[in-house]
């Protein structure tokens, strides 16, 4: 099953802080996030591998909570090129993404 | 590093030819490799799994004899979309995993994606 994604769309100012959430109905071994531009593939950002694990990535950081099964994404003073569609990823030998987050950075 | 290349980018053809498309993994060795398939507006739906030397694992919903895949090396793999219909136009990515030669294991990196349009 797809994993749900909240908020599905989300607006910001230029360095605003935004979270995206990441839910699960199965159990989570990893959890991977990607964003996507319009009309371009998905890059990769971070995975996280063990319950309760935090990672970050310049101003972009996620923690991922396997009890919850569920993973959150957090931006921290947004930038433009923040902008796209932020996936997560579940699953064990193959990934299954979820339903996608829409974030628009706005000067 | 971690860089795969699909091609061709985009592609239009006619209803009912075949169209072929590529994925390599231009920096690392992929055992397994991934096809996906975009609708505007949508999140990646998982089509089928590709492991080197052996047959795709295909996911329910996806017919294997529409959507020919081939893993011939480590570095390659293809997608064959037969007799495509308009239905079939969609965005298509594939992704491969790192073996973990270069201690990346188990991330998966995207090629830049075949647009397809049918006519």
């Known amino acids: 099953q797809q994993p749900v994604q909240s908020p599905q769309a989300v607006i910001l100012r230029e360095g605003e802080d935004a979270v995206i959430n990441c839910s699960s109905s199965?159990?989570?071994?990893?959890v991977h996030w990607y964003r996507q531009k319009h009309g371009e593939a998905p890059v990769f950002l971070m995975i996280l591998l063990k319950g309760g694990e935090q990672k970050g990535h310049e101003k972009i950081s996620a923690s991922f909570n396997e009890k919850k099964q569920q993973s959150s994404l957090y931006l921290t003073a947004s930038q433009l090129s923040y902008s796209g569609t932020y996936f997560c990823g579940t699953g064990f030998q193959k990934l299954v993404f979820g339903t996608g987050t829409r974030l628009l950075v706005s000067p | 590093g971690a860089v795969v290349s699909q091609h061709p980018s985009r592609v239009i053809c006619k209803s009912g030819t075949s169209v072929k498309i590529e994925c390599r993994s231009l920096d690392f060795q992929a055992t397994t490799m991934f096809w996906y398939r975009q609708f505007p507006k949508k999140s990646l739906m998982l089509m089928a799994t590709s492991n080197e030397g052996s047959k795709a694992t295909y996911e329910q919903g996806v017919e294997k004899d529409k959507f020919l895949i081939n893993h011939a090396s480590l570095t390659l793999s293809t997608l064959t979309v037969t007799s495509a219909h308009p239905e079939d136009s969609s965005f298509y990515i594939c992704s491969a995993r790192d073996a973990g030669t270069s201690g990346r294991t188990d991330t998966q990196y995207f090629g830049p994606g075949t647009r397809l349009t049918v006519l």
């Open positions: 199965k159990a989570l071994y990893s």
